[in-house]
């Protein structure tokens, strides 16, 4: 069973930059990819990034491409999404999600994800 944690929502002005954590707990977690989402006011989930294994492939959707990164500490049980240039569009509650241990490469797919995390709400204000 992996727990995941996310962190380091808040209030951000256009043009701002925020960094979101999520931690995880066990110690399988170098074994399996992660990916963040996103889920704003009466739409469907969407992917926003994701991870391998290791971090050495990542995938983010068009519309994040240039201004979000994510990466992962292994030896912190941690993955990390950087967003800057933030728009108001970005505003959403975004989900930290892993996929079980052994599938390690990245997905956009949310049904391919076995873990989620909370959610921490970003408000990107004009």
């Known amino acids: 069973q992996v727990q995941l944690v996310e962190s380091g929502g808040g209030l951000v002005q256009a043009g701002g930059s925020l960094r979101l954590s999520c931690a995880a707990s066990?110690?399988?977690?170098?074994?399996?990819?992660l990916g963040w989402f996103r889920q704003a006011p009466g739409k469907e989930r969407e992917f926003v990034v994701a991870?391998?294994?290791?971090?050495?492939?990542?995938v983010s959707a068009d519309s994040v491409k240039g201004r979000f990164t994510i990466s992962r500490d292994n030896a912190k049980n941690t993955v990390y999404v950087q967003m800057n240039t933030l728009k108001p569009e970005d505003t959403a509650v975004y989900y930290c999600?892993?996929?079980?241990?052994?599938?390690?490469?990245?997905?956009?797919?949310?049904?391919?994800?076995?873990?989620w995390g909370q959610g921490t709400q970003v408000t990107v204000s004009s």
């Open positions: 999600a892993a996929r079980r241990p052994g599938m390690v490469t990245p997905s956009t797919r949310n049904w391919d994800y076995d873990y």
């Open positions: 066990g110690r399988l977690f170098g074994s399996y990819a």
């Open positions: 991870i391998s294994w290791n971090g050495g492939t990542t």
